[in-house]
């Protein structure tokens, strides 16, 4: 009955759903969860306020070719993100900007401004660890103060660790812009879809020739024998891809994959704005990473409004866990690549996804992957 079985109904798994069903193909998409949308699903809470429970996301790209295919599914709300992190100087904006750097500093950024425009060019973007290994004392002030008041706590929250376990690599990338640019991203699509993520992704699936099975898990209703799959107790001839968590898939037969996860703590207020921005980083106190505020994600008008504070934590694989922030090392990467060889055995498997592929992805990123897979499967 279907040419491609689709496992999860995520930004991977929709996107390639639709473009298999344009070329002809008949899908089937089954998702665990009771509805589509994966982590970028929304809903509205029961305070009548549209909120994002898996976290919050803004939709940013330079891909044309992306933007052009959801905007068939989707109008779109232009939106700039901005974040703030609170400080000891109080609110300022990250990533560390000119902007930023006049408010912490005050009457002295005027001359660490003339100096960062001349070593680097005015627009520039400069890692702190090369401003920490400058030799001028200004300069080394800036690239400390990000460190301790931007990053380094921020990030211990954010991977439970140490500061002496936090990779130098990643440390040395921590940027500051040499610009009064308060912008979190770059790319020339930022926004949200205009109703929403969740009736994008409705629309993306309605086609006739697409059948959803939401509650329903890959090992639901397929199984892996002779190195293929059996969907229903029949063997399956078409192409699967797969968009889940591998390690889970194999049963954790070689141990797991290890994730961070996030707790969200939600809080309905009663008063029109709680914090005035939609996100604000908590980069020196405070056990949570931010607090989401959606109003001022989606800009929506509602007299009360929901925010959302956000604790990182180790992933255990228990009941109702969701497994967000891939741990990438080596060591990770070698206990993967076992999964995904297992993977390779089965007859038209196919893997993808940030799940599926242990890998962090932007939604503009993997939704360029799902279209190019399908283009690759079905020519
Ligand atoms: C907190 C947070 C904030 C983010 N914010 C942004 C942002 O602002 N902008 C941005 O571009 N990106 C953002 N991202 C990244 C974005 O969430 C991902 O790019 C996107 O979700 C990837 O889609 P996916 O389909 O690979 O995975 P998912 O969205 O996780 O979808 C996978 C789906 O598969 C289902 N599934 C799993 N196993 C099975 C199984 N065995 N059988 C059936 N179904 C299964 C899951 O239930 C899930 O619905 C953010 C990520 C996080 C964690």
């Given at each position: ?79 700039r993100h901005k974040v703030v992190a609170?400080t000891?100087e109080g609110l300022i904006p990250v990533p560390f900007n000119l902007n930023t750097l006049h408010q912490v500093f005050g009457p002295e950024a005027e001359r660490m401004e003339r100096k960062l425009t001349e070593i680097f060019g005015e627009g520039s973007k400069v890692?702190i660890?090369?401003l ?6 200004d300069l080394?002030?800036i690239?400390?103060y990000v460190?301790?008041?931007i ?24 940027p500051v812009r040499i610009a009064r640019d308060d912008g979190y991203f770059t790319n020339?699509?930022q ?86 921005h ?102």
């Amino acid at each position: 009955m279907y040419d491609v079985l689709v496992a999860g109904a995520g930004m991977a798994g929709c996107v390639a759903a639709r473009a298999a069903a344009e070329k002809g193909k008949r899908v089937l998409l089954v998702e665990k969860r009771p509805q589509i949308g994966g982590n970028c699903y929304d809903c509205y809470d029961s305070y009548g306020v549209l909120i994002h429970p898996y976290g919050p996301h803004i939709f940013h790209t330079d891909r044309e070719e992306v933007r052009e295919f959801l905007s068939r599914f989707t109008g779109w709300k232009d939106f700039r993100h901005k974040v703030v992190a609170r400080t000891g100087e109080g609110l300022i904006p990250v990533p560390f900007n000119l902007n930023t750097l006049h408010q912490v500093f005050g009457p002295e950024a005027e001359r660490m401004e003339r100096k960062l425009t001349e070593i680097f060019g005015e627009g520039s973007k400069v890692s702190i660890l090369t401003l920490m290994k400058q030799d001028d004392p200004d300069l080394q002030r800036i690239g400390e103060y990000v460190y301790q008041n931007i990053y380094l706590k921020y990030t211990m929250k954010q991977w439970g660790k140490k500061p002496e376990e936090l990779d130098p690599s990643v440390t040395s990338r921590v940027p500051v812009r040499i610009a009064r640019d308060d912008g979190y991203f770059t790319n020339r699509y930022q926004g949200l879809p205009a109703d929403g993520f969740t009736p994008m992704f409705q629309n993306m699936v309605q086609h006739p020739l697409i059948t959803v099975w939401v509650n329903t898990a890959m090992e639901d209703v397929a199984e892996v024998r002779e190195n293929r799959i059996w969907l229903q107790g029949e063997p399956f001839e078409g192409q699967v891809i797969f968009t889940g968590a591998l390690d889970e898939f194999f049963g954790c037969r070689y141990g797991r994959l290890p994730y961070r996860t996030l707790e969200f703590e939600f809080l309905h207020q009663d008063v029109p704005d709680y914090q005035g921005h939609s996100v604000v980083n908590y980069t020196v106190s405070e056990k949570f990473t931010r607090i989401t505020e959606f109003k001022h994600l989606t800009g929506q008008e509602c007299p009360g409004t929901t925010i959302c504070r956000e604790y990182p934590k180790d992933y255990k694989g228990t009941e109702g866990e969701i497994p967000y922030y891939v741990i990438e090392n080596e060591e990770n990467r070698r206990l993967y690549s076992r999964y995904l060889q297992e993977a390779q055995k089965i007859q038209g498997v196919h893997v993808l996804g940030r799940l599926a592929e242990y890998k962090y992805y932007d939604m503009d990123a993997i939704a360029e992957r799902a279209l190019q897979l399908i283009r690759q499967l079905i020519s």
